[in-house]
């Protein structure tokens, strides 16, 4: 593979730079963009255009042909819910190179599911997961490890390494969530098996941050920023996105429960699946699968218990 030194206009200074910034992989530099690079390695956007320019020649990014395509498809790996009917609406399960939004009202399971896939994606690839390492990106500090306990009980895991391999960052603000979600590629660098990158909740530090109108486009930039980190994450590495979202009521709605998800179109064109959790009646929980690219829409109804999902 080319170091970052024989890329043409990056001398040793430069490479150490970009080593600092997390671009030590020629292609997270490749996939960067060049405002993106500019404002991280501090250094000029025409430069940093032509330094990407560069590390795209040298992994060979180019048009694929739709075979190739497929060929990529094929590696896409898929994560249990520990629900049969909830990984069957989704076509099997959470899928890498893709982000999928659980949103829903408070109280809907949206960090049960979290939790239950900070375990499942531990499982051999034969009953479900994919034998990789988790990372908890926690928000709300809702995160509780007593929970993982049960649930890897439930599976009949050995604790100790359950625990160990999700790695949990509590984020204080919508910038050091950003930041969290950056230093994932470093993570990945130097040797975990990351296959799951959670983020609960994605919008509690943005929404609390950025209120009134003359705000919102600061805050959609940052937002679509940060997704674009993580989907770029989960492209090169080959690792699903689990981000849990919160509701609002539709102005237009005078009965119901809320089923808007916060965040607006970044959101909603970043997310490849989106599902909506309604609670039911005792203890019941109904998933519906809500824009997918190619998925009928349709409903799974689970259970939250003290192992986990269920039927
Ligand atoms: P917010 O973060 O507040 O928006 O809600 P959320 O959607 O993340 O809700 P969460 O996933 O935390 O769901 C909480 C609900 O899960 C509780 O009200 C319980 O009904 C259920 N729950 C959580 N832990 C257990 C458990 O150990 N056993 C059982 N049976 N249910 C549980
Ligand atoms: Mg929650």
Known sequence: MAELEDLPSVGEKTAQKLRDAGFADMMR????????????????????????????????????????VMERREDVG?????????????????????????????GSGKSQISHELSVTTQLPVEEGGLDGEVVFIDTENTFRPERVEQIANAFGLEIENVLKNIHVA?????????????KINELIQSGANIKLIIVDSLMAHFRAEYVGRESLAT??????????TLQTIANTYNVAVLITNQVQSKPDAFFGTPTKAVGGHVLGHASTYRILLKKGLSGKRIARLVDSPHLPEGEAVFKVTTDGLVD
């Not at 990014?61 to 739709?66: C, S, W, Y």
């Not at 509590?170 to 950056?182: E, G, I, K, V």
């Open 29 to 68: 530099l490749a996939t960067a963009t060049p405002k993106e690079l500019s404002v991280k390695v501090e250094i000029g956007e025409g430069v940093a255009a032509k330094v990407i320019e560069a590390a795209r020649k040298a992994e060979k990014i180019d048009f694929e042909t739709a075979f190739e």
């Open 78 to 106: 898929r994560i249990t819910t520990g629900s049969k009917g909830l990984d069957e609406l989704i076509g099997g399960g959470v899928e890498t190179q893709s982000i999928t939004e659980v949103y829903g009202e408070f």
């Open 170 to 182: 509590r984020a204080f603000n919508s910038s050091h969530q950003m930041l969290m979600a950056d």
């Open 219 to 228: 805050r959609q930039q940052k937002l679509n920023q940060h997704l674009h």
